[in-house]
């Protein structure tokens, strides 16, 4: 039999989600090498655009045909699937191979007659000017849609899109990220290294420098931005005011540049002033004090000085406020530990279900396809039900990958160092430097507000959930809740 070699391709993520594109194209090349007495060698699959050279897959195919050369036939679906660039037809050609396209009914090799080389040639034409069309269209639409004022891309760092309406919306998970990167850098006491490390120590995120330096220079924050040469004004609402965005590109431009510090503050970058939603700063008096305050950005306001004694011992309350007693830490950790086992059998019968009707769904997807080429059912009637049944089938792999992830038995031991760290917190923060109070408020906490009397402090999960427990001596109720695990969450300290 003679040698050959399959090649699919869908042209996006969303065809390669859906699934049956790719199933349906090698279901019929494998079809096609059977009743053509085809031992297919291998099979090559892309999920990109073939409007350029360099598909991933494809160069592998190249490089499998160069160095073996008993394999001398490529099946393809149709022209289109393999190419729309004439760089890759030529680099086939060079190869001296049979291209077949069932679909279009054509085998395509040196050999073939002129006019089914010209039949091909316009096939490729044709597949080069849709793609083309294609690219010109959707410029069209992002170009109206930027008219309108609604940022034709993905929005930057304290945004996102918003699919169902199709607009950009502010998110409140990273919006707060990058008002804090213009407040800090602001001040002109942070180089874009150490903001950056600002930012990877108070919220756990790592950006470039070149990545830091590209926000705060994108006017998108402050309602405008730029398309295609042209500034527009957008519909989304602004995260940062105009001025707070001119005195951060000032110390970016060098007009006003950062300030090297002669002391490293331990509290800076963890506190908000509770009157203006200001930073609060630190600085160093008479040689020997350090004093937090408010920026006072937004103009003068109430908050006092405090020493930085002062601040930690406020701050220290914090973690008082999460202490589980050593009685009920002892019953936690036994529930969770006990659970365990439970969560495990649970697991185990859930993904039997699952692999179950996943071999159902892809038998029906077999047979469907077989029925369709019999002509026993309607290819729109193919359409729906395979993807339907594809769907399915993804969020039933999804659902098997989320088991397998929750089984690690490191999350247990996670979720009770968790516990053991709020049973200790205060104990060992009173034993500690200012810098390694920080470091521990900063495990605990994703923001701080103060006043002149109270701090007011938005915990990390699941600290938050632990200070409510604290708060309301409500202990029983979690332990009650952990000894009945839900098959596919686990207990209520997963993180």
Known sequence: ???????????????????????AQLKFLREYAQNHELNVSREFVDVETAKISGRKHFGEMVRFLRDHKTCRIVLVEKTDRLYRNFRDCV??????????????????????????????GIQLVIARNYIENL???????????????????????????????RTIEIDPENAPIAQRMFELYATGSYSLAGLRESFRTEYGKVFSKWHLEKLIKNPFYIGTYEWEGKNYQGTHAPLVSPELFSRANEVLSGKARPRKQKHDFAFSGLLRCAYDNC????????????????TGYRGKCDLPYFREEEMGERLGQVLQAIHIPDDILGQLEESLLNDKGRE????????????????????????????????????????????????????????????????NPERVLDRVRILELANKAHSL?????PAEKAKLLRMVLSNCSVDAVSVYPTYRKPFDMIFERAKTKEWWAWVDLNHRPHPYQGCALAT
């Open 135 to 165: 690219r010109d269209e959707v410029r069209k639409g992002m170009r109206e849609k930027a008219a309108q004022g609604i940022y034709p891309s993905r929005p930057p760092l304290g945004y996102r899109n918003n699919k169902l309406l």
């Open 344 to 407: 495990e059998t649970l697991r185990g019968q859930q993904a039997e279900r699952f692999r179950q009707r996943l071999a159902q769904l892809r038998k029906r997807l077999d047979q469907a396809y077989v029925d369709r080429l019999d002509g026993k059912i309607t290819e729109e009637f193919w359409e729906a039900k395979s993807t339907e049944w594809q769907q399915e089938e993804q969020t039933l792999l999804a659902s098997l990958r989320e088991l397998e992830q929750a089984a």
């Open 91 to 120: 680099t086939l050609e060079d190869l001296d191979i049979e291209i077949h396209l069932p679909k279009e009914g054509q085998i395509i090799s040196k050999d073939s007659k002129s006019q089914a080389k010209l039949v091909h």
């Open 429 to 433: 923060y009173v034993t500690q430097s």
């Open 279 to 294: 930073a609060v700063t630190a600085e160093f008096k008479k040689q020997k004090y350090t004093y937090y305050r408010c």
């Open 1 to 23: 039999m003679k040698q050959a070699i399959l090649y699919a391709r869908v042209s996006s993520k969303d065809q390669e989600r859906e699934g049956y594109s790719i199933h």
